[in-house]
């Protein structure tokens, strides 16, 4: 894929400067080398390693050849030749690297990774690949949200980077056997515009033809103008930094253009991208969806190194001078074929950053108009080849990808996507505040969301309404607080905000302030809602029974000063105990009990505790064994292991006896309660000092959950 987008697209003439060799075969592969005619050169340059079988330079020679034909499989055995040597360029390493990545040999690759960071300390590809590689099975997480299928559009050559324009599938191609030019490269054709509508491809009806490359192409927001790559048709001379490094040849660049659709229908003359130019390459564009964005590949004076990703913007009727994106986007490597989705969100290909091998697609979500670092899209969409030109429409969750990845009829072949869930890590919701009594907007409430990494704080509008992005990986604490109404927390799991829609509205009900009354409310852990449950409150001094009897899940009274032991326990959760404090009757108290939805394979904390160096509980475990007898109760299905932890002074071996006769005290309690010892398997463990965990072995669980399970998958 490296031949539709180097710098240099093809020389129209070309001297040599002078070679100290007598070989005539090595010359004339220096020749066909210097002209980017891979093919050829490579034929000569194993005729001159005939003549002269142990030369590095030969040999090294022969791995960047096939490396430029995308021959990964001899390009590693090429470079295996010459790594080794101290003549040839540290680069090599990086070289044999990707080779072996594309060829599936990660850990390989990444011994020389590491070793290229050795020599050249300022390149961080190599650190981002090989930090990469330690985790390689992060690429292969979400590899079931996706299908990826052949496109029916495919030819036996390249076919690349499809886009939209109406319901015409446009796409850059090299299927055009009709020319008498080929691309010495590879000797393979040049690259043109092809349209695929009605089952047909087509060549598409630019009004200016060349014999060189043209696409890959983006269309305007309305389909009236099309931004196009193609190759000058003027043959520049040499800059003046040129001829100061003895060159003599004449490039051809590649640039963008412009054409605007007629009134018939037509596509009119062409018009130069202003910030083209004859010293570099300016191609491959997207636009952003308000079409006043450009972004674009090249490698202009300014970047990063290889091919980088720039920008231009559409003001007061002309393009501003381009600016680099910046080292979060470009690397030494090349960055190429960018495309911006509906949403702003811009995806590009990268040999730079982390990924599988070859060229992969990132993706830069843009929140708020900023865009964020670029993250790998992951398998299958990425591959250990080359995959770029990606296209996705975020509504429909499809897509296409280009790749060589070789399951295809082509060199280059062009894949359908279709995801199951959105490709985006963050999802917009609208937090609606309402005042519970008469469903009324709260206005100016104050919403603090907190992770792990940070708060923010916002405020609703007249409206009740404020946004807020929410990444789908993270942890959330909602707190709402309002003059007059109680304070209001919320906890959002990664599940909860996947299994939203786009801009879905989440809404909170601000309850009237009451300072005399006691409310203790449980909900569901996962869905955040209301759940019945059977409440059980005992004041902890007179040992009375104030409360005891199922619930809505909420409870409303006035109690005494004191301590209270809250019990609650339902069917499909595991039970919560706790002790709560009411300093005052007068004031209100309010306390929010979490109830965890029982699953297969998963821990369950308990308050249940051991006086020290005993097996014996303590007398406030009561309850917590009471609520876990009662959990088993209501919850006959289940089966669990009851795993103690015992960790102090002794030694391991003992410390591991004393948690195993934690464990089997705990059973001894439940089997006394006429719970079937079958249902209860025990296991000991010096992993903490104290305490009694429980993992559900069975499980038959909250029809609910696996429901909302089912529909965040089914999104």
Not at 114 to 137: C, G, H, P
């Amino acid at each position: 894929m490296e031949k539709f987008f180097i710098y240099v697209a093809f020389l129209l003439n070309f001297t040599l400067w002078a070679q100290n060799k007598t070989d005539k075969n090595f010359e004339e592969a220096q020749k066909a080398y210097k002209k980017m005619q891979y093919a050829k050169a490579l034929e000569l340059y194993q005729k001159a390693l005939q003549n002269d079988t142990s030369n590095i330079i030969i040999k090294e020679k022969i791995a960047h050849c096939y490396r430029k034909l995308q021959d990964t499989e001899n390009a590693e055995i090429w470079y295996a030749k010459v790594v080794h040597s101290p003549i040839t360029d540290p680069e090599d390493k990086i070289y044999y690297a990707q080779a072996l990545a594309s060829n599936n040999k990660h850990a390989e690759a990444q011994l020389w990774y590491n070793a290229y960071a050795k020599q050249v300390k300022d390149d961080s590809r190599a650190l981002s690949f090989s930090l990469a590689y330690q985790n390689l099975q992060d690429f292969y997480k979400d590899s079931l949200n996706y299908e990826i299928r052949l496109a029916p559009f495919n030819s036996t050559e390249s076919d690349f980077s499809p886009v939209y324009c109406g319901n015409t599938i446009v796409f850059a191609s090299n299927r055009n056997y009709r020319s008498q030019i080929q691309f010495q490269w590879d000797n393979s054709p040049f690259v043109e515009l092809f349209m695929y509508e009605k089952k047909k491809v087509k060549p598409f009806p630019l009004s200016q033809k060349t014999n060189y490359h043209e696409g890959p192409a983006v269309f305007s927001p309305k389909g009236d103008t099309i931004i196009y790559t193609r190759n000058s048709q003027k043959k520049t001379k040499p800059t003046a930094d040129a001829k100061a490094s003895a060159s003599k040849s004449k490039f051809n660049r590649l640039k963008l253009f412009f054409a605007y659709k007629q009134a018939d229908g037509t596509w009119g003359k062409e018009k130069e991208f202003p910030h083209n130019s004859a010293d570099f390459s300016t191609m491959h564009p997207a636009l952003s969806p308000d079409g006043k964005t450009l972004y674009f590949a090249s490698d202009r004076t300014g970047g990063h190194g290889g091919m980088d990703l720039w920008v231009s913007h559409f003001e007061n009727g002309k393009w501003s001078e381009p600016q680099n994106l910046g080292e979060t986007f470009n690397t030494r490597g090349h960055e190429v074929f960018p495309f911006v989705d509906s949403k702003g969100n811009l995806y590009f290909a990268s040999n730079g950053h982390g990924g599988l091998g070859g060229l992969d697609i990132f993706m830069a979500e843009n929140i708020g108009g900023k865009l964020l670092a670029p993250v790998n899209l992951g398998y299958p969409i990425n591959s250990t080849k080359d995959d770029f030109g990606f296209y996705f429409n975020p509504k429909t969750k499809r897509g296409f990808l280009s790749s060589n990845r070789g399951d295809g009829p082509g060199k280059d072949d062009i894949y359908e996507v279709i995801a199951r869930k959105p490709l985006s890590n963050f999802n917009e919701m609208i937090i609606f505040t309402r005042n519970e009594s008469n469903n009324k907007p709260v206005p100016l409430a104050e919403v603090k969301i907190n992770t792990e990494q940070k708060t923010a704080v916002y405020f609703t509008d007249v409206n009740g309404i404020t946004r807020h992005f929410f990444n789908k990986k993270l942890h959330y604490q909602l707190t709402i607080n309002k003059q007059g109404f109680e304070t209001a927390e919320i906890s959002l799991i990664p599940e909860q905000i996947a299994s939203h829609p786009e801009g879905d509205t989440l809404e909170i009900d601000l309850f009237p302030e009451r300072k005399n009354i006691t409310i203790l409310k449980a909900i569901d852990d996962f869905s955040q809602s209301k759940i019945p449950v059977f409440m059980r409150i005992v004041n902890t001094t007179s040992k009375k029974v104030i409360f005891n009897q199922d619930t809505d899940g909420k409870f409303e009274k006035n109690l005494d000063k004191g301590f209270y032991e809250v019990s609650l326990w339902a069917k499909g959760y595991f039970g919560n105990a706790e002790i709560i404090k009411v300093a005052d009757k007068k004031d209100r108290t309010f306390k929010l009990f979490r109830l965890k939805p029982l699953r297969k394979n998963e821990l369950y904390l308990t308050q249940i505790l051991f006086e020290k160096n005993s097996d014996k509980p303590t007398k406030n475990s009561s309850i917590a064994l009471d609520v876990l007898q009662k959990t088993m109760e209501q919850n006959p299905d289940i089966v669990i292991k009851i795993i103690a932890f015992a960790q102090g002074n002794k030694q391991e071996t003992q410390n591991l006896v004393l948690a195993e006769k934690r464990a089997k005290a705990v059973q001894n309690y439940l089997v006394s309660k006429k719970i079937d010892k079958k249902r209860l398997q025990i296991e000991g463990s010096t992993q903490k000092d104290n305490g009694i965990s429980i993992y559900i072995l069975e499980a038959n669980e909250n029809n609910q959950q696996e429901e909302l399970l089912k529909s965040i998958f089914e999104d």
